[in-house]
């Protein structure tokens, strides 16, 4: 029976395939303030669900923390919106147009989303000039890529990049030589080269010190408003810091929303975070 | 070609070396005479002219090893299949001068008393039909099975594996007579190439140059893949292939333009190989050779192109050697080589170079 719905709806004749009528990524709709509207969300890995029925929206030009335990489900929530893990059901919409869950990495990339990693993730074999040009937007197909050459516009956009990340001094320098902190920054440079809408940041200064700490939490701070940017993050100190609006995530799904003291005493959170 | 060279000190030497070799040593075989001490014997032409499509095939195996981190442990499959689509248009000169003396049918169908010439022989009769097919025969097997292998994102030990099982698969099936490519005994008995005699000096020194030009040019062309941006992406594959998805690019389609690229040029240093040395036949699908040739890239030295064509000639001239003088050594030799470059050189032979002169 399924089978034939399947056919069915594949039939339909008032609408016509996906693959003629291709999704326009160029450009994101917003116009109604929210840039990130993820709802019903659930994934489950051999059963036990990591998220679960998860709703949250991000809006244009938002700092948002999120918090939680270990295992409450954030990064597989970053998985979800980059496209590498596909949920079980729920809608994943980047703006009011995009569908990201019909989409592959690169595509959503491309399309506006970018994602640092837990772990700083730079290409240890390349200088960070380099790694910056590899991340610019433009057409990344592999002929555009074998052709591609610096315009000296895009050199001073690497290099205004570099200036926002506080590496001008070593362009030359291979990324693997780098310090953690600056590889950190160095990676969110290259999301800010893809010229992205969103983005999505893993648990940024995880290894820091106090002073790479600060420097990171102005350098994400002064990328809200132009971007709109979530923040995964352990440190409490640093969440305190930075944000405005922060949530709980808790067995994959959000417990609590506010500003800092508001999600401080919540009853619920703190039944979470320090036991009954 | 010059900008492609700017800052290769190794590139320039080897292309400078090379170019000499492909201008002197035709004129110390065929101008000077055999009592001078200078002559080279045609033997020696020969076998520096299979060394060099060894070279190319090496150059090959560096562009998707040591730049893109794929590890492929069935490169001999794409030089055999240019050897072959090369051994089919060389079979099909011979003519009436086969054993059997049949005009129309290669020996070895006579044998199996085939009627006529199967379907998949057409046209390698035509020199530059042939040519496409050494280029085209192992670039859609290489796109066919990167497409594959590079969608469901195979990567590392497993791909090396499946690559390892396809030359294998392929080993057993030109053994089987019905494939209709000699069996066992593969192709052999070739007399000319484009009307000329292949025992000829002439006909030899004319492959040892051509040999020497595809090298130039293969090494010109993967060259400027890896100086372009491309091949500063490829390089980020090997290093972090999420990051690389994750910044917008077609990790899939990148892999599959390279890996193509790669077997191309494989299939034309088999087609160089075959006619030099006389012979195309199974064995060269075996495992046991691409592995080999995985160690002369290692010896060489990873990520340099020159490096793989320097190891590439410094372990077949060993074999040579060491064949002749004690042929039961060369697989202990060739394992002792391996193990010592793996544990002292990790960079080859011209990692230590480059130290040296640092």
């Known amino acids: 029976m399924s089978a034939l719905n399947k056919f069915r709806e594949t039939m339909r004749r008032d609408q016509v395939f996906d693959i003629v009528n291709k999704q326009d990524y160029s450009e994101v709709d917003t116009s109604h303030g929210q840039i990130l509207y993820v709802e019903d969300v659930t994934v489950s890995f051999d059963g036990f669900k990591a998220i679960n029925e998860l709703n949250f929206y991000i809006e244009v030009g938002e700092l948002r923390c999120m918090i ?25 919409w980047f703006g009011q147009n995009i569908n990201l869950l019909k989409m592959t990495e690169p595509e959503i990339a491309q399309a506006g989303v970018g994602r640092k990693f837990q772990k700083p993730t730079v290409f ?13 937007a433009g057409n990344k197909g592999v002929w555009a890529t074998y052709r591609a050459k610096l315009s000296s516009e895009q050199h001073d956009r690497i290099m205004s990049v570099m200036d926002t990340i506080g590496l001008t001094d070593n362009s030359t320098q291979r990324a693997g030589a780098l310090s953690h902190g600056q590889k950190q920054w160095l990676e969110i440079g290259m999301l800010l080269m893809q010229n992205p809408r969103l983005l999505l940041v893993d648990e940024p200064v995880a290894g820091m010190t106090h002073q790479e700490m600060d420097k ?15 923040v995964v993050e352990h440190d409490m100190d640093f969440v305190r810091s930075i944000a405005k609006k ?6 994959g799904s959000i417990l609590a929303e506010g500003t800092m003291d508001e999600v401080q005493n919540n009853q619920k959170v703190i039944e979470v975070y320090l036991g009954e | 070609m010059f900008k492609l060279l700017k800052g290769d000190r190794g590139g320039q030497v080897f292309l400078t070396l090379l170019t000499l070799a492909a201008i ?23 076998l520096l002219g299979k060394y060099l499509a060894f070279a190319l095939l090496a150059l090959s195996v560096d562009l998707v090893w040591g730049y893109m981190g794929i590890l492929s442990l069935g490169h001999g499959a794409f030089f055999a299949l240019g050897g072959y689509a090369m051994g089919m248009y060389l079979m099909l000169q011979i003519g009436d001068r086969g054993v059997y003396g049949n005009p129309d049918l290669p020996d070895f169908m006579v044998f199996l008393n085939w009627k006529e010439i199967p379907w998949f022989w057409h046209g390698f009769d035509n020199f530059w039909f042939a040519m496409v097919m050494v280029a085209l025969v192992p670039g859609l097997l290489a796109f066919v099975f990167g497409a594959l292998a590079f969608r469901s994102r195979v990567t590392g030990v497993y791909l090396s594996i499946i690559t390892q099982a396809l030359t294998y698969a392929l080993l057993l099936a030109f053994f089987r007579n019905e494939m209709g490519f000699g069996g066992n005994n593969g192709l052999t008995d070739f007399k000319d190439i484009l009307g000329f005699s292949l025992q000829s000096d002439n006909t030899r020194i004319a492959l040892f140059v051509a040999s020497a030009i595809a090298l130039a040019l293969g090494y010109l062309s993967c060259r400027s893949i890896v100086t372009s941006r491309l091949g500063r992406v490829a390089v980020a594959i090997r290093d972090s292939e999420d990051r690389v998805r994750f910044i917008g690019y077609r990790v899939d389609h990148i892999k599959l333009a390279i890996f193509t690229f790669s077997a191309v040029i494989a299939g034309v240093a088999g087609a160089l190989y075959v006619p030099q040395v006389g012979i195309i036949n199974p064995g060269e699908f075996s495992p046991i050779r691409s592995i080999e040739l995985v160690i002369w890239v290692a010896i060489g030295g990873r990520t340099t192109l020159y490096g793989a064509v320097l ?17 039961e050594t060369w697989l202990f030799a060739l394992g002792a080589l391996f193990v010592f470059v793996t ?3 990790p960079n080859g032979i011209v990692g230590l170079l480059k130290r040296k002169q640092a």
Not at chain 1, 81 to 91: A, F, H, L, M
Not at chain 2, 24 to 46: G, K
Not at chain 2, 311 to 327: D, E, H, Q, R
């Open chain 2, 24 to 46: 002197l040593i035709p004129i110390f075989n065929l101008i000077l005479p055999e009592s001078s001490p200078f002559h080279v014997s045609t033997f020696t032409v020969t």
């Open chain 1, 246 to 251: 922060v949530s709980v995530l808790h067995q």
């Open chain 1, 124 to 136: 240890e074999h390349h200088n960070i000039f380099e790694n910056l040009e590899m991340a610019m």
């Open chain 2, 343 to 345: 544990l002292y050189l």
């Open chain 1, 68 to 92: 939680g335990p270990n295992g409450a489900g954030k990064t597989t929530m970053m998985d979800i919106i980059t496209g590498k893990t596909k949920p079980d059901k729920g809608s994943v």
């Open chain 2, 311 to 327: 190891g590439a000639f410094i372990v077949n001239y060993s074999k040579t050697y060491l064949t002749g003088v004690a042929p």
């Open chain 1, 216 to 230: 990171t939490g102005e350098l994400l701070t002064s990328l809200a408003g132009e971007h709109s940017v979530v």
